[in-house]
Nanobody
Framework: QVQLVESGGGLVQAGGSLRLSCVVS????????MAWFRQAPGKEREFVAA????????SYADSVKGRFTISRDITKSTVYLQMMSLKPQDTAVYYC?????WGQGTQVTVSS
């Protein structure tokens, strides 16, 4: 069974950077399509970025394109979300997802 554990969230000023990590157990990440989602208070959970199993190609929401980068380290069974030029509107709980499995989430707060 796939299990996901996120880390790396925190408080950062606008314009700053953070790197989120999602450690995957139960299956090799090269066989999984992996994605990051986020949910801000009072809003629905939304797609942020994805990396696809076979090709390693990536996809991004328009709101983060050019600022966020999703990547993976197969040897560490970890998927990353590098976030740069952060904005207050990026404040949310960020979740890692594979198949129908969600991680517990990690809070990102961007102060203005």
């Amino acid at each position: 069974q796939v299990q996901l554990v996120e880390s790396g969230g925190g408080l950062v000023q606008a314009g700053g950077s953070l790197r989120l990590s999602c450690v995957v157990s139960g299956r090799t990440i090269s066989t999984l399509n992996m994605a990051w989602f986020r949910q801000a208070p009072g809003k629905e959970r939304e797609f942020v970025a994805a990396i696809f199993s076979s090709t390693g190609s990536t996809s991004y929401a328009d709101s983060v394109k050019g600022r966020f980068t999703i990547s993976r380290d197969i040897t560490k069974s970890t998927v990353y979300l590098q976030m740069m030029s952060l904005k207050p509107q990026d404040t949310a709980v960020y979740y890692c997802k594979a198949l129908s499995v969600w991680g517990q989430g990690t809070q990102v707060t961007v102060s203005s």
